[in-house]
């Protein structure tokens, strides 16, 4: 088995592979849908055709990814059921014992085609990836040949209406608040949310990014106006900032999330995306010309300053910026709302001192 040149050595090495290709596929395409238990309760079950004798090598990834869930996973080799509690190993059953599609479909559907890039679009690599023999048990599969032939058109019309070029500065922030609505520069930007541009005065001494709106911001168009935005508003009172007159909003400007049944979880942006939206920050900037910025949590430190940051490290003192701006890094209130209870009193405590130096800063800089 060591002598990698033997041709049996290669030939199992080369069905291992197989078998192992076969396993990440059934993670990645395997699609539950809901049915109602006769007592009422929901059952998540899926039909599966694996090429290999896979499922009992899989179980555990199932059960641990949907602990919480009762499921049931069907293939032609032989199934399994997950209560909550224990697993059960059944036998083999037909595509006919699955339901044929479920009411979240069509949103799931939709959410799809809102996250396909047109511009991004390769078709070889995504065939490698996704091969057409799944495509049959993938509810958004259907969407893919549509969205493949109209994806040079969309492209096209992203072009001439979407993104405003790089390098034209909007003049306003009611401008920029109408342009970033059409920002397709990256994948966030194409997922179909709205985007959540700043509020505040015109011009304000003081500026406050957090990282990018959450599910409640999204829905309401307003940075901070969730659990988060709970948290820092009473801490900035605390401080004796005074919200109203400062400028408020996030590195990010479209919400980030991966669906799970009905919620939208949070997913923090990757640096390329902060990156690319950093413009539209920068535009705020310019517009707004804060003398003090307060960044909350790492993704906004990076949005000001364009390069990793450690919050423990950096936080408590000011980065002088390039138009002479103080920046002072603390971290994100919802990292606060993670925390046990001790931690978090902890924490907080270093939060408050944190805007009592910033708030200590924009008294002297508006002196
Ligand atoms: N978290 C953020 O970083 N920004 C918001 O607007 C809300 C939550």
Known sequence: MEDQ??????????????????????????????????????????????????????AGFFVRRFTTMRWSILTPLGSLHWDGETLQEGPPAQAADAPAG??????????YASIFNPARLKVGAMLKEMPRRYWKNMPEAALIPQLIATAQAREARMVAQGSPEMGERPDTLREIAELVQACRR????????????????????????GEQPGDVEEQAGRPFVGPAGQVLRTHLD???????????????????????????????????????????????????????????????????????????????????LEDGAELWITTHPSYLLRLTDEARATEERRFAEDLRAVAGRVRVQAA
């Open 186 to 209: 990256c994948p966030i930007g194409c997922n179909g949310t709205q985007a959540v541009a700043g509020e505040g005065p015109d011009r304000a001494g003081l500026m406050i990014v």
């Open 102 to 111: 479920d009411p979240t479909e069509d949103l799931w559907r939709g959410y």
């Open 238 to 320: 605390e401080a004796g900032i005074d919200l109203p007159r400062a400028y408020l909003t996030n590195a990010v400007k479209h919400f980030k999330f991966t669906p799970t049944g009905k919620r939208r979880l949070h997913q923090s942006p990757t640096a390329g995306e902060i990156d690319t939206c950093r413009w539209w920050l920068e535009g705020e900037r310019v517009l707004v010309r804060p003398r003090v910025i307060l960044a909350l949590g790492a993704s906004a430190a990076r949005g000001l300053l364009g390069r990793t940051v450690s919050v423990q490290k950096e936080r408590g003192r000011p980065h002088v």
């Open 5 to 58: 040149a033997d041709p049996d050595v290669r030939r199992a090495e080369r069905l291992a592979q197989q078998v192992r290709r076969d396993i990440h596929k059934m993670r990645a395409f395997l699609r539950f849908r809901a049915v109602e238990e006769p007592d009422g309760s929901e059952r998540y079950v899926a039909w599966f055709e694996p090429d290999h004798h896979i499922l009992r090598a899989n």
